[in-house]
T-cell receptor, first 117, second 116 residues
Framework: AQTVTQSQPEMSVQEAETVTLSCTYD???????LFWYKQPPSRQMILVIR??????QNATENRFSVNFQKAAKSFSLKISDSQLGDAAMYFC??????????????FGTGTRLKVLA | DTGVSQNPRHKITKRGQNVTFRCDPI?????LYWYRQTLGQGPEFLTY????????KSRLLSDRFSAERPKGSFSTLEIQRTEQGDSAMYLC??????????????FGPGTRLTVT
């Protein structure tokens, strides 16, 4: 069964600094998708960034980038120039391959990011 | 607002009562998902609809739980004879076709259920 592990329950970063959140996953599939979602306190989850397993190039979205290591089954999120608004719970998610006919996510347990002024 | 909406946002009920939650997905999305999130955990998949067809149900979805999506639009999740262990945030998400086949999911704000 596929699993997603986020080993850092909580991280802190100084405003304007860079922080990296870790995510590892276990799968025997070669085709899949990975996502990072942000869940601010009492607000809905927002997609931060996505990565397709077949793409070797790491995805970037403004201040957010990933380090995707397929062989190591690692998918870390780097946040550069951290801002107070980045404070949230961050979830890593794995999506079942499309060939299975479903598109459900498997989530990690999350990392709470605190941004210090 | 064209995002995913959920109602009610909060529900407090007594053990043994039935509750029903509603989810309105993004209008052009044909896929709809329900997840459950307990404190300190990531969301766990409950069930999935493609249009009006319920294509997958998790083992977490006991026979006290039922979900529908009539006409492939909004969806309802009903819990019968609620138990304290049902207390959680119930999240709805929807997805549609997107470039690259990502089918990324867009989440609603959730319904927080408290069973007393």
């Amino acid at each position: 069964a596929q699993t997603v592990t986020q080993s850092q329950p909580e991280m802190s970063v100084q405003e304007a600094e860079t922080v990296t959140l870790s995510c590892t996953y276990d799968t025997s599939e070669s085709d899949y998708y990975l996502f990072w979602y942000k869940q601010p306190p009492s607000r809905q989850m927002i997609l931060v960034i996505r990565q397709e397993a077949y793409k070797q190039q790491n995805a970037t979205e403004n201040r957010f980038s990933v380090n995707f290591q397929k062989a190591a089954k690692s998918f870390s999120l780097k946040i550069s120039d951290s801002q107070l608004g980045d404070a949230a719970m961050y979830f890593c998610a794995y999506r079942i391959p499309r060939t299975s006919g479903t598109y459900k996510y498997i989530f990690g347990t999350g990392t709470r990011l605190k941004v210090l002024a | 607002d064209t995002g995913v909406s959920q109602n009610p946002r909060h529900k407090i009920t007594k053990r043994g009562q039935n509750v029903t939650f509603r989810c309105d997905p993004i209008s052009e999305h044909n896929r709809l998902y329900w997840y459950r999130q307990t404190l300190g955990q990531g969301p766990e998949f409950l069930t999935y609809f493609q249009n009006e067809a319920q294509l997958e149900k998790s083992r977490l979805l006991s026979d006290r739980f039922s979900a529908e999506r009539p006409k492939g639009s909004f969806s309802t999740l009903e819990i019968q004879r609620t138990e304290q262990g049902d207390s959680a945030m119930y999240l709805c998400a929807s997805s549609g076709a997107s470039a690259g086949g990502y089918y990324e999911q867009y989440f609603g704000p959730g319904t927080r259920l408290t069973v007393t």
